[in-house]
Nanobody
């Protein structure tokens, strides 16, 4: 069974950048769409970006387009998200998730989740 572990969360000032990583083990990583979600305190979980199994197709929430870039390296069983020009309201726990059925920003089908990594953006 695929397992996911996120890393890279940190505290940064507004306008700063972070790169989060999601490393997989225990399954065939290249069979899955990978997405990054986030959930801030008192907020609903939202999808930020997703990438298809081959890395060709990517999807972004409107709020992060042009600032965040999702990528994957199937040889290393990893998927990263580069986040630039971070804003205070993007303070959240960021999760990566895997979907064997489809790819996109909808939550349906994301059956495998990591434990999350905390991103704090100060003004």
């Amino acid at each position: 069974l695929l397992q996911l572990v996120e890393s890279g969360g940190d505290s940064v000032q507004a306008g700063g950048s972070l790169r989060l990583s999601c490393v997989a083990s225990g399954g065939t990583f290249s069979n899955y769409c990978i997405a990054w979600f986030r959930q801030g305190s008192g907020k609903e979980r939202e999808a930020v970006a997703a990438i298809g199994s081959t890395g060709v197709h990517t999807f972004y929430a409107d709020s992060v387009k042009g600032r965040f870039t999702i990528s994957r390296d199937n040889a290393k069983n990893s998927a990263d998200i580069q986040m630039n020009n971070l804003k205070p309201d993007e303070t959240a726990t960021y999760y990566c998730a895997a979907n064997p059925f489809r790819c996109g920003l909808g939550g349906s089908g994301y059956e495998i989740w990591g434990q999350g990594t905390q991103v704090t953006v100060s003004s």
